[in-house]
């Protein structure tokens, strides 16, 4: 894996690493199949907080960037895969709903639309 990342001064360090990452991932410079260095790896060879990088991951696991895989580790999304959500529902708010939900529920709306009309 070829992870670089450059920290400059020490203002706006989540920032500055979030946007490296994020351009890393979006731009396929890291591949989905690349695992990304341990938060504690990460912070250390970069000399910030362990804290500051555990965010910039949480931020792009949130973004749908990354997906961490409890013993495997944490690895970018493919393109494809980022612009999904789990099960290929949508993602709403702070829930998924799955596409078996969406169905039943536009038909609610259609009927009470039509009563309204």
């Given amino acids: 894996m070829a992870l670089h990342v450059v920290i400059t001064g020490d203002r706006d360090l989540s920032g500055q ?3 490296q990452l994020r351009d890393a991932i979006r731009s396929g410079r890291l591949a989905a199949n ?3 260095p341990p938060s504690r790896l990460l912070a250390g060879q ?3 907080s362990r804290k500051t990088v555990s ?3 949480a931020r792009l696991a949130f973004e ?3 997906v961490g895989r409890v ?3 944490i690895y970018p999304l493919a393109p494809f895969q ?3 959500t789990p099960r290929d529902g949508l993602l709403l708010g702070f ?3 799955d596409a078996a939900d969406i169905d039943p529920a536009l038909g609610r709306v259609r009927a009470v639309l039509e009563q309204l009309g």
């Fill in 17 to 19: 690493l979030y946007r």
């Fill in 34 to 36: 690349e695992q990304l």
């Fill in 46 to 48: 970069l000399k910030i």
């Fill in 55 to 57: 965010e910039v991951y």
């Fill in 64 to 66: 749908r960037l990354l």
């Fill in 71 to 73: 013993g495997v580790g």
């Fill in 82 to 84: 980022a612009a999904t």
């Fill in 95 to 97: 829930g998924a709903i």
